[in-house]
């Protein structure tokens, strides 16, 4: 049967692997993620489905096709804007980013949801000389930014550790897809398995095999894994983890009739989960 992948491109090496960890937060480990920056992507690969954030949209849609490319509109959790709520009126906030037009969209998006009453700068690393991060850094009592740039890997490395104040307080952002472009993203992979499967089927009914308990077998596991990914995405808006034991019991008789029927209806199943993703897409 054919086998999905899923690239996550970023940036940088760590929103790719940011990327990365927000696909896998809903699909698990079941689909092979590999991760790549911007520059590194030279060509469309086949069964391959590529997964960006906004900024990186127009890089990769020249040469990957529009069905092969998922949008990641990321958002930080309700945590992370109640934590910077708590910021006394009239502080400077310092917004720190690789990229500036990210942390103009954070302030903005703070201002939308009440936040106004802070001063927001931005410290953008990958626009601005190293002497202008650190004199920012120097002055900054409140930093703000995506968690994985805010920590031990940027933030805190040897490159900018020496140039934070003994005092600063750092809020960290942990980012999660929409509920839109992650069902986006889950329609398609049901789809991409819909298929595979039908295919598989018919394959082993035109050559008589008598194999069709495992394909019965990957049917409900892909079933599983979908809901179980619905399930993640929306309680990921908050910052809820879901819970991944959902199972059924799948009934396997010997009876190769009984097998092809029940592989039918669990078919049936995968299709009719598949539109009910596509609705929240």
């Given at each position: ?32 993620i590999?991760?790549a ?27 990957v ?6 949008v990641?509109d ?11 709520a708590?910021i ?8 720190f ?16 949801l ?45 490159t900018?550790r ?59 596991k ?17 910052d809820?983890?879901?819970n ?38």
């Open positions: 049967m054919r086998e999905l992948k899923l690239r996550a491109v970023g940036s940088s090496p760590l929103i790719a692997d940011e990327i990365k960890s927000v696909a896998q937060s809903f699909i698990g480990t079941e689909i092979f590999d991760t920056t911007t520059r590194e992507v030279e060509q469309s690969e086949t069964d391959t489905f590529y997964i960006c954030a906004k900024s990186q949209e127009h890089f990769l849609q020249s040469f096709p529009s069905e092969n490319l998922f990641f990321l958002h930080p959790t309700t945590k992370f804007f109640l934590d910077i708590q006394p009126a009239g502080s400077q906030v310092y917004v980013n690789n990229l500036l037009p990210y942390t103009k969209l954070l302030a903005t998006e703070c201002r939308a009440g936040v106004d009453n802070v001063n927001f700068h931005s410290i953008a690393y990958d626009e601005m000389s190293f002497e202008e991060v650190c004199a920012a850094l120097t002055s900054a009592r409140y930093i703000i930014g995506v968690d994985c740039l805010v920590g031990e890997k940027m933030l805190f490395s040897e900018y020496e140039c934070l104040r003994p005092d600063v307080k750092i809020i960290a952002g942990k980012r999660v897809a929409s509920i839109q472009s992650a069902s986006k993203l889950l329609a398609s992979v049901a789809g991409f398995y819909y298929e595979a499967l039908l295919e598989e089927k018919n394959f082993l009914i035109d050559n008589r095999s008598e194999q069709l308990a495992p394909l019965l077998h990957k049917i409900c892909t079933i599983k894994m979908l809901r179980n990914a619905v399930n993640q995405v929306v309680t990921g808006q908050v809820i983890t879901g991944r034991n959902f199972s059924e019991k799948f009934t396997v008789n010997a009876d190769s009739n009984e097998v092809l029927e029940s592989i039918d209806e669990q078919l049936q199943v995968l299709f009719y989960i598949m539109q009910k993703i596509e609705r929240l897409s």
